[in-house]
């Protein structure tokens, strides 16, 4: 946690209320996401027991799972979602646009837009990755059929839970991270999971104070859990009583339909007041104007979509269980390159996060006081522009002399330090050679060098394409990390002892 957040939570804890600690939203949000918000039977691996789903604060359907112990049922109920989620996904899938790749030699279309979804917390996420992973290799033909769609539901939903683990994405987002992302509360990290009592904190109720209001929203009887977890009490004293009502009805259609109907009330008791609450929640960020570099993030979520629209287009084939050695090596590559870009970013695009920085010693704010936006640089082989401006500080500058610092306001121009000289006991001058953004002219168009009385800030952190690294391939991959198998042996000669019966189990793997 860095200084600045630590004391916006004391803050918040002395005045009641949360503290912003944003000034713009570092995310991108659909004009109509779709809301998620699930439910899981306690005791199970990730079975499904109901799920409250719409674009609208009223257009929420719920879908249950009478007895989620039942493969059946399960398996109805991703039909039904794959009924909601699929073409929901196809409706993003109309017009396209014609991007230049290759420094404009060439183009490739992408989607004009994305879909988003949105779910309550991280755990969330969870449930949707792990239900992705228990679906999308189920058959619709052979031992226990499912519907088509099922398997498609489950590569979809693969596909947004690794979009959630891509720094700076929104096409899948936890609305407590979200909020805590632009918020910083009297409460700990681990009570800012709890959507209710976050809320709390942020949008208190009229006559409550932040804390009050999270202690009451603690009460699983006024909120409840907004899931996927339920409430033991809810669930030993009303839940298990009315699914085993549900279950003794047995051929009856009467007793069926009426503990049918008692569940159904009874979940969508237990969801509504969560729905209500991620309504609420994305007004918040919505009445928040967006970062400047958010398009471009949200661009790169299109990217994926399209590519992966293309493939399942393509008859690719599903998200392996495990990534190979080379797959995984590039895939965190990426996420740390993406991560790195993300944090720069959102400095760039907000002074309050910037100001962490400025805390650390990677930035600092100061007045130009002088600019020579004129001078040239002949020392080389042949004369070049390099205008020069004095920026007078009382920050601390630790960066030293030849380092190369970035200005958000000009971020394609670099300004590498030639002097620091202390003035006084609290200011600092510090002399900046401009380098870059200013055209290929001997003369500066106006507006690319710094004026005298601009105030700007200068920071380390750079904006810069950051170019991928270099992998092997699978071919040149030792046998040690996945490279290439050993030659195929003749089928009557190997043992059955020898065979690994982990290598069907993508075919085989039982849900329940």
Sequence with gaps: MSTLRALARARALATGRAEPVATVRHLHLAPQPLVL?????????????????????DDARLLIVPQPRNRDQRFAFAAELAGIVLPWIDGHRGATEDVPVDRGRDVRRRYVDAPQLVVPNP??????????????F????????????????GRWLTFFADRAEHPGSSALLALTEALTLHYATGQSVLEDLHLPALLGWIDPPPGLTGAQAAARAEDPSLCPPAGPATDPDFDNGRLYPAIEAYAAAGDDPDARRTAYADLVELLRGQLAPTWDLMWRGLALLYALPPGARVAGRWDGDRDAFTAFAEHVDGGGAPQPRRDGAVTAAAKLHRLE????????????????????????????????????PTRIDDTGKRPVLR?????????????????????????????KVVFVNPVGESKTEVVLELSGGMGRGRTAPPGTVPEVGERLCYTTLSDAFLPAGAFPTVEETPWTHGGPPPPAADPDSVHPDSVDPADDAVATEEWD
């Design 337 to 372: 390159r993406a991560l790195t870009a993300y944090a720069v970013q959102r400095a760039y695009d907000d002074p309050l996060v910037m100001a962490e920085h400025r805390l650390t010693g990677e930035a600092f704010v100061g007045d130009v006081t002088l600019a020579d």
């Design 138 to 153: 189920r058959r619709a033909d052979g031992e226990y059929p499912v519907h088509p769609s099922v398997p498609l539901l």
């Design 37 to 57: 918000v699930p439910l899981a039977l306690a005791g199970e691996a990730n079975a499904p027991l109901a799920a409250l789903v719409g674009t609208a604060p």
């Design 387 to 415: 205008p020069r401006i004095q920026v007078v500080t009382d920050e601390p500058v630790p960066m030293p002399v030849g380092a190369t610092l970035w200005s958000p306001t000009r971020p394609a121009q670099k300004a």
């Design 123 to 136: 755990a969330g996420v969870t449930f949707l990755r792990l239900f992705g992973r228990a679906t999308r």
